[in-house]
């Protein structure tokens, strides 16, 4: 698991950065290296890649480090047009592109589950309401985020980025 925490020098260390904060908005890009952003009181604090598998036990930790815990994920469910419009692309590679949105609509569906058994407010974002992909470099005057990434962490920094401070 690649981890990056972003942390205020003065705070010390990530847990007592954490202890402050009133909200943390969890942005999930779901897939065999699903992509987590922690937006803590609207600010991009940490980016991450995961197991889609150790969801449950980051979502159950999370619950731990703010008063309220919103999560916001693309959800690949939410848009029907899945194969390119080049008829060149062949059966085989339009059944795989079919099998892998599949499975991210299955961890789509666990996600919402394991949100409901905790009590977490739970929104899913259309792939194309949420924008296409950003290269590091915008991605990093968007943010402000100083660090590496991966398409993954970026894709769940920008799907959350518009309800960093929360949804109703």
């Given at each position: 698991m690649e981890s990056q925490t972003m942390t205020d020098p003065s705070s010390g260390n990530v847990a007592s950065e954490v202890a402050r904060h009133r909200l943390l908005v969890l942005g999930f890009d779901l897939g065999v290296k699903t992509g987590v952003a922690r937006y803590f009181d609207g600010k991009l604090l940490a980016l991450e890649t995961v197991k889609p598998w150790g969801m449950r036990d980051l979502l159950e930790a999370s619950c731990l480090t703010a008063a309220r815990v919103d999560v916001v994920f693309e959800d690949s469910r939410l848009q029907s047009k899945l194969f390119s419009a080049n008829k060149a692309t062949g059966e085989a590679k339009r059944l795989k592109i079919a099998?892998?949105?599949?499975?991210?609509?299955?961890?789509?569906?666990?996600?919402?589950?394991e949100c409901e058994r905790l009590g977490l407010r739970c929104l899913g974002v259309s792939p194309a309401d949420k924008g296409a992909k950003v290269a590091a470099s915008a991605f990093d005057h968007i943010t402000g985020w100083p660090g590496r990434t991966n398409e993954h962490e970026r894709d769940a920094a920008m799907v959350a980025r518009p309800f960093r401070k929360g949804f109703h």
């Open positions: 099998r892998d949105v599949g499975g991210i609509d299955a961890w789509c569906t666990l996600l919402e589950h």
